[in-house]
């Protein structure tokens, strides 16, 4: 008898088995971003785990990768992007097709990755928001420690969105400066002008840099924040103010996100600046005073 219901009990599991639906993929791999890793590889991020991955680089060399075991990552060495490092190639991309376990397949152009094997660390030194004729907005840049910018940017909080100004690839050494001044124009994007001065540019722009409220910070060839600053004009509203105005929503919901500390700047003028340090403690100052 015991053996009877044992045979049952085993029936019963195979029909379960059998009636459990297999579960297919049929969804192709998604790209998710670039990457770096600590042994100078680039890593391209996919959804889903990879069996392989095929790169045609803006020359047409093509070069093939299969992962031992399955994951969403693709190891890259850096050297096959060596060429495309300078102003001509920086803005060509490279065609990835991934297959993933189940055979499907998607194609994306992606950006040729920045290589910097030498980032500067850069931090806000001075900023000037108020403008005449006669003085436009500007912005300068300290180098803490020499490097390389190359790959780095400059994001702007403007009302609702990000403008990413990239910053002109440069080496730097400590204690140098990088200037910047904003033209207003027609261009609908930031757009970076040579100036004659070494490490002077012009930023052409349609918009300009907001005076009573905003949010800008840098990153660096890999995407990380390398400095930010976050500020309000007390002689307009407090804080708090601020906050509850419907045309700032969205840049305090961002900082709130971020964990940004906001800084006060009454006092600026036209021909004042804001100035932006640490001091021995490395906490951030923040004081307004007269400029060039």
């Given at each position: 008898?015991?053996?009877?219901?044992?045979?049952?009990?085993?029936?019963?599991?195979?029909?379960?088995?059998?009636?459990t639906?297999?579960?297919?993929?049929?969804?192709?791999?998604?790209?998710?971003?670039?990457?770096?890793s600590?042994?100078?590889?680039?890593?391209f991020?996919?959804?889903?785990?990879?069996?392989?991955?095929?790169?045609?680089t803006?020359?047409?060399?093509?070069?093939?990768?299969?992962?031992?075991?399955?994951?969403?990552?693709?190891?890259v060495?850096?050297?096959?992007?060596?060429?495309?490092?300078?102003?001509?190639?920086?803005?060509?991309?490279?065609?990835?097709?991934?297959?993933?376990?189940?055979?499907?397949?998607?194609?994306?152009?992606?950006?040729?990755?920045?290589?910097?094997?030498?980032?500067?660390?850069?931090?806000?030194?001075?900023?000037?928001?108020?403008?005449?004729?006669?003085?436009?907005?500007?912005?300068?840049?300290y180098?803490?420690?020499?490097?390389?910018?190359?790959?780095?940017?400059?994001?702007?909080?403007?009302?609702?969105?990000?403008?990413?100004?990239?910053l002109?690839?440069?080496?730097?050494?400590?204690?140098?400066?990088?200037?910047?001044?904003?033209?207003?124009?027609?261009?609908?994007?930031?757009?970076?002008?040579?100036?004659?001065?070494?490490?002077?540019?012009?930023?052409?722009?349609?918009?300009?840099?907001?005076?009573?409220?905003?949010?800008?910070?840098?990153?660096?060839?890999?995407?990380?924040?390398?400095?930010?600053?976050?500020?309000?004009?007390?002689?307009?509203?407090?804080?708090?103010?601020?906050?509850?105005?419907?045309?700032?929503?969205?840049?305090?919901?961002?900082?709130?996100?971020?964990?940004?500390?906001?800084?006060?700047?009454?006092?600026?003028?036209?021909?004042?600046?804001?100035?932006?340090?640490?001091?021995?403690?490395?906490?951030?100052?923040?004081?307004?005073?007269?400029?060039?």
């Open positions: 008898m015991r053996n009877f219901f044992l045979i049952i009990l085993f029936l019963s599991l195979c029909s379960c088995f059998q009636k639906p297999a579960v297919i993929d049929f969804d192709a791999p998604v790209f998710c971003g670039t990457f770096y600590p042994d100078d590889r680039i890593i991020q996919f959804d889903e785990p990879l069996k392989a991955l095929t790169l045609i803006p020359k047409e060399e093509t070069f093939y990768f299969e992962n031992s075991f399955p994951i969403a990552n693709m190891y060495e850096s050297k096959i992007f060596e060429s495309y490092q300078n102003d001509r190639c920086i803005n060509d991309t490279v065609q990835l097709t991934a297959v993933d376990t189940s055979d499907n397949s998607s194609t994306a152009a992606v950006a040729i990755p920045y290589l910097n094997r030498n980032p500067s660390d850069l931090n806000f030194l001075q900023i000037r928001l108020q403008h005449t004729k006669k003085a436009s907005q500007k912005l300068e840049l180098c803490v420690s020499a490097g390389s910018t190359h790959g780095y940017a400059l994001h702007i909080f403007h009302r609702s969105t990000f403008f990413t100004i990239e002109p690839s440069v080496s730097l050494a400590e204690k140098d400066v990088i200037r910047f001044i904003f033209k207003l124009t027609e261009d609908e994007n930031p757009v970076v002008q040579k100036l004659s001065s070494k490490n002077y540019y012009a930023v052409c722009w349609n918009k300009r840099l907001p005076k009573t409220a905003g949010f800008m910070y840098i990153t660096s060839h890999k995407g990380e924040t390398v400095d930010s600053f976050a500020y309000y004009d007390g002689n307009k509203h407090s804080l708090e103010e601020y906050k509850a105005i419907a045309y700032h929503k969205k840049l305090f919901t961002e900082l709130n996100e971020r964990q940004e500390k906001v800084f006060d700047i009454r006092g600026n003028t036209s021909n004042k600046c804001i100035f932006i340090h640490k001091d021995n403690t490395k906490s951030r100052v923040v004081t307004i005073r007269n400029t060039k």
